[in-house]
């Protein structure tokens, strides 16, 4: 059978099934903010309402409570493309050799890009169980993830991303465990049977956090970082947009050193509570870095650290047991300057991915966009009658965001 001219459409429709095909994280997230933008253009932002969190009256009379609506921003500001240049003579193949050969290598790199994007989110998750380094390698390891999820009241379903070692570390304890030789797809592939009732997957995508030099002991008489100063607390209306706060600390170990964003610390005394119950649970609250910092010129010389969640001990909106106590220890998670591989369990809730159909350029000859299921792709092309080469750009255009970290938990094995 002769081979068909291969139009810009005929290109986006393959480009597209194969960006679909090979994406992982992307499917498992919050997906419908796309309705929300009319516009198609770098910058284009929607806002989002925090889940609004009440208390529970005592007794008959009415205790009418102020209704109160945080909101965050997610901001369609990635732009990510593929180009590519080769004869035109190259057109004459079938879809498939096509594909193969230019389509389905650019693709895997631009689904990989939003899976990657989406992982490194991590950094706003403050949640993180079991051991720093630890290979996730039985079903005891694996279950401090589910159980994190149980403290904190995250409802069904649930999703986890492994690294392929933790990945075939668990699977290796699970005899009865088989990976599906028919999967089509990078998700069907990637899939392990349900674990702890938790839909489980591995990427190669999974982001590597690297803890801040800046945490240590000072040397001295004290052996921790410090709170510095009693009563840093928030109400929920004073942070309601952010969820995060300012705390104040000291006793660093070296001046001019990195606190990294996604750092991950405790604090003495102060414990996590049930988010419905507001019960103190057994274990201290888990803070993130939300911006990177640098330490003070002198371990008595306070640093401004932005955390998350929020210090809050009262009220509907209650992350804590109680406020910090001046020069209370702060424990990072982790060593100091120690790279650790990020695996991450959490509700689709947690984290949105908005992926946006892109504007066709006027005046191209040749230019198609493909949409389906949420995912879009464009595909412009230019030729280059000198050489008789034909030049080919595929772009996508998406914005992610951690619109409720508290969905999640980062999850290590344990010693």
Same mark, same amino acid.
Request: glycine share 6%.
């Given at each position: ?7 810009? =459409? ?24 796309? =309705? ?10 929607? =806002? ?368």
């Amino acid at each position: 059978m002769a081979n068909s001219l291969l139009t810009p =459409s005929v290109i986006a429709k393959e480009a597209l099934m194969q960006l679909d095909n090979n994406l992982i994280v992307a499917k498992k997230v919050y997906r419908d903010y796309e =309705s929300e933008f009319g516009a198609t253009k770098v910058g284009d932002t929607v =806002s989002i309402r925090r889940p609004v969190q009440y208390t529970v009256r005592e007794g008959a009379t009415i205790d009418v409570q102020d209704t109160v609506e945080g909101k965050l921003n997610l901001q369609v500001d990635k732009q990510r493309g593929v180009d590519m240049e080769f004869p035109s003579d190259d057109l004459t193949l079938t879809i498939e050799d096509f594909s193969e050969r230019y389509v389905t290598p650019a693709m895997i790199q631009l689904a990989n890009r939003v899976d990657r994007d989406l992982l490194l989110l991590y950094k706003d998750v403050s949640n993180w169980v079991g051991t720093p380094g630890q290979t996730i390698n039985s079903f005891s390891d694996f279950s401090k993830g589910p159980e994190r999820l149980d403290e904190g009241a995250v409802p069904h379903p649930r999703c986890a991303i492994l690294t392929p070692a933790d990945h075939w570390a668990l699977a290796a304890n699970f005899t009865s465990l088989n990976i599906d030789s028919t999967a089509k797809t990078a998700l069907e592939r990637a899939r392990l049977p349900m674990v702890g009732d938790v839909d489980t997957y591995k990427a190669q995508n999974v982001a590597t956090h690297t803890v801040g030099a800046g945490f240590g002991a000072d040397g001295g008489t004290t052996t921790a970082v410090q709170v510095r100063g009693a009563s840093q607390t928030k109400t929920y209306l004073s942070v309601k947009d952010t969820f995060t706060q300012t705390l104040s600390t000291d006793h660093w170990l070296t001046p001019s050193l990195a606190i990294n964003k996604g750092d991950v610390f405790t604090i003495s005394g102060v414990y996590a509570v049930n988010p419905v119950t507001k019960q103190a649970l057994d274990f201290l609250q888990p803070f993130s870095v939300v911006t990177g910092a640098t330490t003070a010129a002198t371990t008595t010389s306070n640093t401004d650290v932005v955390i998350t969640p929020p210090i809050i001990t009262s009220g509907p909106y209650q992350t804590v047991s109680a406020a910090p106590a001046n020069n209370a220890a702060i424990t990072p998670l982790g060593t100091v300057s120690t790279n650790y591989r990020q695996n991450v369990m959490f509700h689709k809730n947690a984290f949105a991915l908005v992926m946006v159909p892109m504007v066709l350029p006027q005046g191209a000859s040749m230019a198609a966009r493909e949409s389906r299921n949420g995912f879009s792709v464009r595909m412009v092309s230019a030729y280059d009658i000198t050489n008789d080469k034909q030049t080919w750009r595929f772009d996508i255009l998406y914005g992610v965001k951690a619109i409720d970290p508290r969905l999640a938990t980062r999850v290590s094995g344990t010693a």
